[in-house]
Every structure is written in C-alpha cells, then in structure tokens.
C-alpha cells in the first residue's frame, strides 16, 4: 500500500482529486519528487524543457505589465478631477492596490484559485477592474477541481459586472468603453449588451484557455509518464542482463571448480595415496629404527595432506565461498615447529604470543600458512640448513614473522623442483588482511622472509 499524498498547497486540488472528478477526468499529476511508477526506487523528475522555461518567463511579465496598465488606466479613469487631502490619500491607496495585483500574476500559476479570488474581490471594491482575475482563471481550469474552477469562474464574473457597470456609469469622457468618431462628434456609448457580449467572450476565452493548457497539461503527464515507463523498463532489462551474466559467471565459476576438483582427486589425491601406502609398507617392512620413522612420519605427512584435500575438494565441489578447512590458532604453531623439527630440519625457533586465543580465525589461519610454506621452501631449496624462525604476535601490534635461511652447500642433493607460487601466494595471503610481505636474498647471504600483520582486537 502507497502513503496517502500529501495534502495540497493553496490552489492545488485536494488529496485524491488530481483535478476533474467523474467520467473523463485526466490521470492525478505525481507530487513533487516522486515517481508515477509505482515501485521504481529512483525519484522521477521530469525534465525541464528550456523553451517552456522561456514563455513561462515572458508570460509573467506580460501578464504583470498587462495587469499593471489595466489597473492603472481604471484608476486613472475613476480619479475625480478635484481631490481633497482624503481623496488623494486614496488615490495613492488605490495607487499601491494596483501594484499588489500586478505583483500577485506572479504567483497565479501556484495559488491560482488565492490570486483569482484576491483579485476579484479587489476588482469587485475597486476601480482597478478585472483584467487580473481574467489572467489567474485559466490556471485554476487548468489545475484544480471542478469546484473550486466554478467558485473562481462565478466571482470572475463578478468583479467583470462590477467592473463593466463602473465603466457605463461615469461621465461621458471618462467611459473606457466609448468612441467619438471626429472631434465635436457624437460620442458612442456600448450598450448593457455589448457589455454583457463582451464580459462573456472574456470569460469564455479565460475557461477556453484553462482547458486548452489542462489538456496540454495532461498530454505533458502521458508524455512523462510514457517515459518513465521507458526507464523502468530500461532499468529493469539492465538488471535481468546484469543477473544474467552474474548467473553465467557463477556457473562458469562452478564447472572451473569442479574440473579441479576432479584432477586433484585423480592426480594429486591419488599420488598421496600410494605415498601413504608406500610410507606404511616401508614402515612395517624395514628393520632399520631410523627408516621406519622416516616412513611413519612419511606417512603421518600424507593422512594429513589427504585430509585438507578432501576437505578442499569437497568445497570445491559445493562451491562454498570459504575454504572449510580447519581453522589454526597460534597455539598450533608449536606443533608445527616440533613436527618439521621430527622430520629432520635443523630449527631454531622463538614464539612470542599474547592473548592468542582472541586471535581472528583468518589472522591465525595466514600466520600458520607463512610459516609452514617459508619451511617447506627452506626444506626444498636448502636442506640440511638451519632455518630461524622468529614470530612475535600481540593485539594492537600485530604480529611480526621472520624466517632466515642460508643457501644450500654443494655438497646438497639437487633441490625438489617448486612451482614459483609459494613465495605468491603468501604475499596474497598477507596483502589479503592489509598486510605487509617481503622475501628474497640479503646482503649476508641468507633468504629471508619477512611479513606483518595487522591485528586489531575485537571490541
């Protein structure tokens, strides 16, 4: 359900009338700053036209320079030709009356139904005629009910009888309505029906060109409307193609997913799987202690490969927008350490944590991975070298990940082959929480990596 309008200013039809009622009556205009489609979110102002801006101008001042003659030549007509002190004071009265009434043309297209009775009321009592009420009736016909066009049309019409029955009963040379043919002719009067002819032509032409702009009016309002039907539509058409090519995105996303899903599970879940069988084989089958923990660690290695794996196949799969793996903590970070540490790599670590549990499961989950790859990297490219790690992690500070290198010695075996998308990958991790990462070959000789991370406390 739409709020009822508003109600309307002075002149204007009342609420729920939109002008004419009955049979025939043209669509309600929209208020002000809204739109006559219902449901369309934007506010619709129709354009304005720069030519109507124009007459509208030009028509104000014809209608106060129009205004301001007639009223001045009644006054002047009506002026006796000996004025006392009183007399003069009204005169100047009069005088300013008729400035009023040409300033109010201004307003005739807002207030029209105020200007029209304000106006007739003072040609009614005064001398300064009708002319002004003329002007302001065709805005009423234009713009308001049927009501109150009768009620302005009635007392038009009576300021036009008092204006003409002033005009028939002055002296012969200050009749406005009369004519002398030659100088010392015969002087022609109009008579009770030329006036009456002429006071209705004038009315009729004032209701004439009242609907003549209601219909121009209501074209206007067709036109907009027909327009704002044409942008709802528009907007509608570039919504469902916006939708559309969302939808199309999102299932091209999806199918992207499920291929890798399917290579993982066929290539690199498989592998895994030997390596794990391999690793437990070795394991039960050797009688050296030192091989069946490399074996057992081997395989321990590869459950825990195989588990993240299909935890991350199956999102990929269901297209969830998280990865649902499990959520590290720093306290896991030990853990870790001491696992790297059974599987042979010389470590020196120093773990600073404060408050570790409020830690954000994002932050945590970055760190862990930092770590990890920067010791995978440094088992790769250099094993057998003693690694350094170093992270330092406190609210408001954030937390600071160091892990230090040396190359590898000659004597190494040719290092496992990397793919180049580690040292990436942690860099889009840490840029992802507003952070900061370097890694590469220093002056001394050693690679280093290097990140922090904001850390900002829930409240």
């Known amino acids: 359900m739409h709020p009822p309008p508003p109600p309307s200013p002075p002149g204007g039809p009342p609420p729920g009338a939109g002008g004419w009622t009955g049979y025939g009556a043209p669509p309600p205009l929209p208020p002000p700053g809204s739109h006559p489609i219902p449901g369309l979110a934007v506010p619709y102002r129709p354009a304005r036209r720069p030519g109507r801006t124009v007459r509208n101008v030009l028509g104000t001042v014809g209608a106060v320079v129009v205004t301001w003659f007639c009223a001045v030549t009644g006054w002047a007509m009506a002026a006796p030709d000996v004025m006392t002190g009183a007399g003069l004071a009204v005169e100047v009265l009069w005088f300013f009356v008729a400035g009023g009434v040409a300033t109010a043309m201004v307003w005739r297209q807002r207030y029209p139904v105020v200007v029209c009775l304000a106006t007739a009321v003072v040609g009614i009592v005064s001398p300064l005629g009708a002319v002004a009420p003329l002007i302001a009736l065709p805005w009423v016909v234009a713009r308001t009910d049927w009501r109150r066009s009768l009620l302005c049309g009635a007392a038009t019409a009576a300021a036009l009888v008092a204006t003409f029955w002033r005009d028939g009963s002055r002296t012969a040379e200050n009749v406005i309505f009369s004519a002398t043919l030659e100088d010392g002719g015969p002087t022609t009067y109009m008579s009770p029906l030329g006036y009456t002819i002429l006071g209705a032509l004038a009315l009729g032409l004032a209701v004439g060109v009242g609907l003549l702009r209601r219909l121009a009016t209501r074209a206007d309002a067709d036109a907009d409307a027909a327009r704002a039907v044409a942008a709802a539509e528009a907007g509608r058409a570039a919504t469902w193609q916006q939708q559309s090519q969302s939808l199309q995105t999102e299932l091209t996303r999806q199918e992207e997913r499920e291929l890798i899903a399917r290579e993982m599970h066929d290539t690199v879940a498989h592998q895994l799987s030997l390596m794990s069988l391999q690793a437990s084989v070795l394991e039960v089958s050797s009688d050296d202690g030192e091989v069946g923990d490399a074996a057992r660690s081997m395989r321990a290695s590869a459950h825990h490969a ?56 994002t932050l945590t989950r970055t760190v862990y991975r930092v770590v990890q790859e920067s010791l995978t990297n440094a088992t790769k490219h250099a094993p057998g070298t003693r690694v350094a790690v170093q992270v330092r992690a406190r609210p408001r500070d954030g937390i600071d990940i160091t892990v230090r290198n040396p190359p590898a010695s000659a004597l190494t075996p040719d290092a496992v082959p990397g793919s180049g998308a580690g040292i990436v990958g942690m860099r889009e991790r840490c840029e992802a929480l507003d952070g900061s990462f370097d890694a590469g070959w220093q002056d001394d000789g050693t690679f280093l990596v290097r990140a922090h991370l904001p850390w900002v406390p829930a409240p």
């Open 306 to 361: 195989l588990e993240e794996m299909r935890t991350l196949i199956t999102s990929l799969r269901e297209g969830a927008d998280d990865y649902g793996a499990r959520s590290w903590s720093l306290d896991d970070l030990g853990d870790l350490l001491e696992s790297a540490r059974e599987r042979g790599v010389d470590l020196v670590a120093t773990v600073f944590v404060s408050d570790g549990d409020d830690a954000p499961a």
